[in-house]
């Protein structure tokens, strides 16, 4: 498969590492063959709002053809949303990642005009961490399949961003390399993959699949990548619609011609795709 789309992309606007001003996301795109595209910074709560409007007019200094304007969520609390509107936390770029209630009630801290006053074509929806659940196995299963659940069934979300990704930068500071699904990702239960797949069918959401931070990731097994293209042929077999998805926060470095096999091996093809219109 070629690639030619890529729907998550970060800009330096957003509250990470990401480095790429609009021009450079659209050379490094011009230079890849992509000719779809779109940023998509960083919204953990509304702290980062700043970030969205500098991003949003760097975008109308720059737009083209092709190019669109998106936003990436994390789904987080409401607990720490009630906590950074009492005015509590401003430092917190990346939400409240201690210290709130285990299986708290589920949020995203922006809403649909806030969304349109921004014009934001699409919005993309991530599980970056655990709220606040302890940290074994079965727990960690437990939250991240409820946090993507609450994205696939809301009516915000267009895209479910990489489902099962884990980084422990994100996942808690007291762990260095804990991996709790890598060596074998049938862990996960079977019954969680097919709640998700009919809440996406169901919801008419996209799933998003990840280059640099699931197929295409160097500290990745490669059993589990192998696994996770049986998992994504298993999304196809239910009815999903997908987005490619660089998660690009530096100028591309990807091997695009590899992740296009790699999809390709889980039987989706262009038509299985998803762009804006």
Not at 214 to 227: C, D, G, R, S, V
Request: charged share 25%; proline share 4%.
């Amino acid at each position: 498969m070629k690639i030619e789309t890529d729907w998550h992309i970060h800009s330096h606007n957003s509250c990470d590492a990401a480095s790429m001003k609009m021009p450079e996301i659209i050379e490094a795109c011009r230079k890849m063959g992509i000719v779809k595209f779109g940023v998509t910074d960083h919204f953990n709560t509304r702290i980062n709002m700043p970030d969205i409007i500098a991003s949003r007019k760097e975008y109308l200094e720059n737009r083209i053809d092709g190019f669109h304007f998106g936003i990436e969520v994390s789904c987080v609390s409401k607990w720490e949303i009630e906590q950074i509107g009492k005015g509590l936390y401003q430092d917190a770029v990346y939400g409240i990642r201690e210290g709130g209630p285990a299986w708290c009630e589920l949020a995203i801290d922006i809403t649909a005009e806030q969304l349109e006053t921004l014009g934001v074509e699409y919005v993309i929806g991530g599980t970056h961490w655990p709220l606040y659940v302890e940290w074994k196995t079965k727990a960690l299963i437990m939250d991240y399949h409820r946090q993507n659940m609450f994205l696939a069934n809301h009516p915000l979300i267009t895209i479910v961003a990489h489902p099962w990704w884990f980084h422990a930068k994100y996942w808690g500071k007291y762990v260095d390399k804990y991996q709790p699904w890598f060596e074998d990702f049938r862990v996960i239960p079977s019954s969680m993959h097919d709640e998700f797949a009919d809440a996406v069918v169901k919801n008419n959401k996209i799933v998003e699949i990840n280059l640099h931070a699931i197929l295409l990731h160097p500290a990745y097994p490669e059993k589990f990548k192998m696994q996770y293209i049986e998992y994504l042929a298993f999304l196809k077999s239910k009815g999903t619609r997908f987005a490619i998805g660089s998660d690009s926060h530096q100028p591309y470095n990807l091997d695009f011609e590899k992740a296009g096999q790699m999809i390709e091996k889980a039987g989706i093809k262009q038509q299985d795709l998803w762009s804006v219109d």
